[in-house]
């Protein structure tokens, strides 16, 4: 089956640890994305690839940082930097050609304690 | 600066009846929009689409209509079911621009009443 999959569902931290979340997509999609989402708000875009070694910051990059190694996985560090990191996340991917459908993973929630 | 904008932060319809969901945007460059539902936990699903080339677009019980003058965009899902009870989300993008970046409304919750 083809999709998006992103681990954990669940992710409990400590302030002042930096973790990091998992997605990974078998569609050969060339395009990946990071999202926040917090209560009452839309998503918000943290981090995008279009390409392999290649990585652009969204609109809140701040204190996040991600990699693009391989074409098939964009992990999401979180780091200590980040102000207030409890949210859920989501990750994406599409095509690259025009406006290409975008496909969610299944989300990962980060509680800081 | 809300390019993307879903006024209503929750709406209840009851079932079989029609829901009617609203989207304004404010960049005159946003050509293609998207509606996507997403259920709690969940990561959200894309829906339906439509081009600035058309004003309507069908598929099924979902219906897009746009309104390029007055850059309006609304979802139609008729009949109502309560199946359909999620949050809903409309995007927006420039078709062939450098990138594939959406913009994301705030969402609409829909409840479906039986």
């Known amino acids: 089956d083809g999709g998006i999959t992103q681990s954990p569902k669940y992710l409990f931290r400590k302030e002042g640890q930096n973790v990091t979340l998992s997605c990974e997509q078998n569609?050969?999609?060339?395009?990946m994305y990071w999202y926040r989402q917090d209560p009452g708000q839309g998503l918000r875009l943290i981090y995008y690839s279009q390409i392999v070694n290649d990585f652009q910051k969204g609109d809140i990059a701040e204190g996040y940082s991600v990699s693009r190694e391989k074409k098939e996985s964009f992990p999401l560090t979180v780091t200590s930097a980040q102000k207030n990191p409890t949210a859920f996340y989501l990750c994406?991917?599409?095509?690259?050609?025009?406006?290409?459908?975008?496909?969610f993973g299944p989300g990962t929630r980060l509680t800081v304690l | 600066d809300q390019q993307v904008k879903q006024n209503s932060p929750s709406l209840s319809v009851q079932e079989g009846r029609i829901s009617i969901l609203n989207c304004d945007y404010t960049n005159s460059m946003f050509d293609y929009f998207l509606w996507y539902k997403k259920y709690p936990a969940e990561g959200p699903t894309f829906l339906i689409s439509i081009s600035s080339i058309k004003d309507k677009n069908e598929d099924g019980r979902f219906t897009v209509f746009l309104n390029k003058s007055a850059k309006h965009l609304s979802l139609h899902i008729v009949p109502s079911q309560p199946g359909d009870s999620a949050v809903y989300f409309c995007?927006?993008?420039?078709?062939?621009?450098?990138?594939?970046?959406?913009?994301f409304g705030t969402g609409t919750l829909l409840a479906v009443q039986p």
């Open positions: 569609l050969n999609h060339d395009a």
């Open positions: 994406a991917s599409s095509g690259t050609r025009g406006v290409d459908t975008q496909y």
């Open positions: 995007a927006a993008s420039v078709y062939g621009g450098a990138t594939n970046k959406l913009i």
